[in-house]
Structure formats: structure tokens, C-alpha cells
């Protein structure tokens, strides 16, 4: 079983709806992060989440918002989609001991009509 | 503030010839340095990384990469390339300082020819 999940794995939603993306991990890690990915760009960091009750904006957090309900488990939402949201979003882990190494979902390819 | 910049956005060789992924980077500190492959349809996986110590650092499936201060740079080679080396290749920078947090380059899309 893969050690660190994203849920739905592809999406197509409207301008304006909400939309939750969800990320478990097993792996027992304590840090959470949320990219996107967009071609030429790389990733960029959306949030970030030390542990439960830190949550910290990334470098492009305008119009997303996140939520960390258990160690294992962070969503990100997006409040009212708009189509320059449309990317690939990946879900990554990392532990306190061994901070610098980030273990990666298989992402979420979202599409905004 | 860190920054990383990928020289190709798409690479192209010969099956069994030299690969050569090009990273430059900018750092305040002494920088982490790693390079991530993500596969077709899936997430990023850690190819290797530089920390301390050694400059020249092995990865797996027979990459390797060497970090060069002088020229900030941390280039990723492999001697044969592969058919299944194909895929896209991200550099990546961490200040020790900042969090752990990851600044990716473009990323450098490697295409396999047989």
C-alpha cells in the first residue's frame, strides 16, 4: 500500500464550487505539505504543516486554505475554484528527524472549467 | 532568498549515451541540494541528495550528482542512459534555516531515444 495517499486523483469541477482535496499518510510523519505543480514552474509551495495545531502559508496560499484533522491526515480546499487553478497537486511528508528528505502522493489533477 | 534554475526545460539522447541534467542554484546559507524524478502519472521520488561531506554524491539507478560551491551549481549525470530513465528530473534547494522548506527548479524533461 502506498504510504502516502491523495484523494480524488482527478477532478473537474466548475468556476466558483468548493473543492476539498484530501491527503492520508501512514508514514508516521509529522510535517504536511501541499504543492502545486504547473509546467515550466516546478512546485510551489501552497501550506505547510508542522504538526496539528501549526498550519503555515507557502508561497502561493491566495485563495486555498488547508486544514490538518490528525497527524495523518492534511486537506487542502479550494473556497471558489477559478480555472487558473487548474494544476497538478501533490501532497508530501516529511519527519522532524530527517526533515529535508519529503515523501510524495501521486497527486491530484484538478481541472477548473 | 533560495532560488534554482534547470538549464533545458527537455533533454534529449541516444539510449546508452552520456545524460546530463543541468542545476544552478542561489542560496544565503549552505544549501541542501537534492534531485527528484517523478515518473509518468506519479509523484516525486528522492533520487539523491547532498547534505555534508562528500560533494559527489550516488543516487539510485545509477545517478549521481556533484555539488560545486564555486559554481553553485549540483549537476545529475549517469553514464549509459536508459529507456526507462525517461521522465522528468526536478532540482531542488533547502536553507537549513528556512523550515526545511523545498524551492524546486522548473524541472528538465528527459527523453530517451533507442
Known amino acids: 500500500d502506498a504510504d502516502v495517499t491523495q484523494t480524488p486523483r482527478n477532478r473537474i469541477t466548475k468556476t466558483g464550487k468548493r473543492i476539498m482535496l484530501e491527503c492520508s499518510q501512514t508514514?508516521?510523519?509529522?510535517?504536511m505539505y501541499w504543492y502545486r505543480q504547473d509546467p515550466g514552474l516546478g512546485l510551489r509551495l501552497i501550506y505547510y504543516s508542522f504538526d496539528v495545531k501549526d498550519i503555515n502559508k507557502g508561497e502561493i496560499s491566495d485563495g486555498y486554505s488547508v486544514s490538518r484533522q490528525a497527524q495523518a491526515k492534511f486537506s487542502l480546499s479550494l473556497e471558489s475554484a477559478i480555472p487558473n487553478q487548474t494544476a497538478l497537486y501533490f501532497c508530501?511528508?516529511?519527519?522532524?528527524?530527517?526533515?529535508?528528505?519529503?515523501?510524495f502522493g501521486p497527486g491530484t489533477r484538478l481541472t477548473v472549467t | 532568498a533560495q532560488s534554482v534554475t534547470q538549464l533545458g526545460s527537455h533533454v534529449s539522447v541516444s539510449e546508452g549515451a552520456l545524460v546530463l541534467l543541468r542545476c544552478n542554484y542561489s542560496?544565503?546559507?549552505?544549501?541542501?541540494l537534492f534531485w527528484y524524478v517523478q515518473y509518468p502519472n506519479q509523484g516525486l521520488q528522492l533520487l539523491l541528495k547532498?547534505?555534508?561531506?562528500?560533494?559527489l554524491v550516488k543516487g539510485i539507478n545509477g545517478f549521481e550528482a556533484e555539488f560545486k560551491k564555486s559554481e553553485t551549481s549540483f549537476h545529475l549525470t549517469k553514464p549509459s542512459a536508459h529507456m526507462s530513465d525517461a521522465a522528468e528530473y526536478f532540482c531542488a534547494v533547502s536553507e537549513g534555516n528556512a523550515g526545511n522548506m523545498l524551492t524546486f527548479g522548473g524541472g528538465t524533461r528527459l527523453m530517451v531515444k533507442p
Open positions: 542560496s544565503s546559507v549552505p544549501p541542501y
Open positions: 508530501a511528508t516529511s519527519a522532524g528527524t530527517n526533515r529535508y528528505e519529503q515523501y
Open positions: 508514514k508516521g510523519h509529522d510535517r
Open positions: 547532498y547534505t555534508t561531506g562528500a560533494t
